[in-house]
């Protein structure tokens, strides 16, 4: 199934203006969607690295984060693949680098393959899905996206499946770049049920902890805020379906960048967003979900000195540098900031 691409998107407006990850993501090429069938074919571990019967690793669908060519992929650094398990009739591949464990790749890359699967195989009815289902949040959302009718083979760092017939989509959000058809597709398989009894207005916090990516001044921003009309939430309290609502049901929401914020996904056209950074990382992944979102306003938010962290600070093996910095701003600073984008 070929897919155009979607376009230059504009620069997203923030402090400081025109940061140069916004400018780097306004520019992409969605690359076309499509299913790759391996006869007898094996899928390895909880990053999915996918193999011919030859032992040729099928590249295009088996990314992993951070690499250039087929050699620097992980599935090189074993000395020898695990015990390999037999699975009778077709076999779906979803798992992919990052979608063990974290929930925005679960939401955004593993879930979505599926409806790859759907556009390039129609009518097509796999015997097992080998996915990432550990987790109860990973088996909620499995449920809800209704793929807990099929027999899960859950992956497993220390796994290896070979399956009569191996399906494997290709890479649903490449790049993190957001791809329009991935998040329609994902808007159409989780649906909110009851958006309306959740607040207009909130705020996703991260708690206090150091470390943790939670904003460092909160005690003093978290007034201002209240003042204005919103509610302080912590979606990962709730359940998957909570989520949605809550997410689907806010009309301004602010927060510092974080997991929760793969829920945009679910938000309502005309949505307003304000996301926080520190500066040594900074992230477009949740800006380029809104652009599948009619009619929504997003500012960005850049704590501290931001000329340490230029492109030449991202080089090879230093792109996660400080991923998990606080965000220390003040109330004035994120208070003018939430105002600016009310006014938009």
């Avoid at 879930?111 to 909620?140: C, H, N």
């Avoid at 602010?254 to 500066?279: Q, W």
């Amino acid at each position: 199934v070929e897919q155009a691409p979607d376009g230059p998107r504009s620069i997203a407006p923030g402090t400081p203006e025109r940061h140069w990850i916004f400018e780097k993501a306004s520019h992409y090429e969605v690359p076309d969607r499509y299913a790759v069938e391996i006869t007898d074919g094996v899928v390895v571990g909880d990053y999915g690295a996918n193999i011919t019967p030859g032992g040729t690793l099928e590249y295009e669908t088996s990314h992993y984060f951070g690499i250039r060519r087929w050699r620097e992929h992980p599935i090189y650094l074993r000395r020898r693949l695990p015990p390999i398990e037999k699975v009778d009739g077709t076999l779906v591949a979803l798992a992919t680098r990052g979608g063990s464990n974290n929930y925005y790749h679960f939401i955004t890359d593993v879930l979505p393959r599926f409806g790859i699967f759907e556009e390039a195989m129609p009518g097509v009815e796999p015997d097992g899905l080998y996915v990432p289902a550990t987790s109860k949040w990973q088996q909620a959302l499995l449920e809800l996206a209704g793929l807990s009718k099929y027999p899960v083979v859950a992956t497993g760092k220390h796994r290896a499946v070979r399956a009569d017939r191996l399906v494997v989509p290709s890479i649903a959000n490449p790049y993190e770049v957001a791809p329009r058809p991935t998040i329609e597709w994902l808007r159409r398989r989780l649906p909110p049920v009851d958006p309306a009894s959740h607040p207009r207005r909130i705020y996703v916090t991260r708690g206090t902890a150091r470390n943790t990516r939670s904003m460092v001044n909160e005690a003093s921003v978290w007034p201002a805020l209240e003042q204005r009309g919103f509610v302080k939430v912590a979606p990962e309290t709730t359940s998957i379906q909570d989520q949605i609502d809550l997410f689907a049901g806010a009309e301004v929401i602010v927060a510092p960048h974080g997991a929760a914020l793969t829920n945009l996904v679910f938000c309502s056209p005309g949505v307003r967003v304000l996301e926080m950074f520190a500066p040594s990382y900074v992230n477009a992944a949740y800006w380029a979900i809104l652009q599948s979102i009619p009619d929504t306003r997003y500012r960005y938010l850049v704590a501290g000195d931001t000329s340490r962290y230029g492109p030449e600070r991202y080089t090879r093996g230093r792109v996660m540098n400080d991923v998990m910095a606080d965000v220390d701003l003040t109330a004035q600073q994120v208070t003018d900031a939430v105002d600016q984008l009310l006014a938009d």
